[in-house]
């Protein structure tokens, strides 16, 4: 049987294929499905310093090939989640990511302490939410304040720190430079795009916020392209996501250049997606003759 371990950032995951931040929960009603010892990870619902009840509905509508979402950081806050979701989600063999943001850089900092003293495996620093007024974004579009979060996140986590970039810049390499430089340990992309729709009959927005994020498979050659270029710019692992709902599409991020492979939206239509593609993932990497899954990492060839 082919090795299917690989490592992100110093952890080693049993198998490269990681549930993405806010499509998973805290994996409570997935493990009704499956025991969550499948996945390589489970990266959970984005956490704030305090409890946030999210945006109003309208929150999600579907798209051509995907949806649109602002459900706005919705969460119990990252005290609860430490006191009722971790305890639960240590019973699995499983490695866990906590998934943070912040108003300000002080915030990223105060939870990356709580998070790695309460024993995460990994913190990833969420600089890239499209659908929150104050950081989120904010931080993701610009260098130095993308910089300046990273900094303090690795400041306080004493546990590997990926930052999470965003697809809504206009070269996605400038943002990973100043974060590398900062010292994050990896890198995850893409969140989501910006998008909008229009109910033509009442002429108002579908969403009750306008706009709202962009996912599942009609992202995915966006995905492919920034991973590829952010491999090419720097050095570190990356956890690639955004349309993966077939091994194939995994397949394509690890050629790309990433390490793990997070599944989102998929799940949404399918719970067992991730496990899907675990399957059909180590089918492809067998069937071209490797021994190890982590071999396909980088593996795509020039023209
Ligand atoms: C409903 C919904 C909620 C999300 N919440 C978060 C979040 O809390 N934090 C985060 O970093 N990304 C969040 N994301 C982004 C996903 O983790 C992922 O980056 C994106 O959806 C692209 O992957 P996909 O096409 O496989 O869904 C969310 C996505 C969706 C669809």
Redesign the pocket.
Known sequence: MIDQSVCLAGVTLKNPIVA????FGFGREYGTFYDLSELGAI?V??LTPRRREGNPPPR?AETPM??I?S?G?QNPGVDAFIAAELPELRRHDVKIIA?I?GDTPEEYGEMCEKLSAAGVDLV?V?I??PNVKAGGLAYGTKPELAAEVTALAKRHSTVPVMV?LSPNVTDITEIAKAVAEAGADALSL???LRGMRIDVNTRRPILRQNTG?L??PA?LPV?VRMVWEVACAVKLPILG????SCGSDAVQLMLAGASAV?????CFTDPYAPVKVRDELTQIAQSQGHGRVAELTGGVLPW
Do not use: D, Q, R, Y
Request: contains cysteine; proline residues 0%; glycine residues 22%.
């Open positions: 993405a931040s806010g499509t990266c619902k984005g999600i995907g949806i979402n459900v950081l998934n943001s990833e969420n890239s939410c999470k893409i969140n989501t994020g996912s599942g992202v995905a996501m955004g349309g993966v997070a599944v989102g939206t998929a």
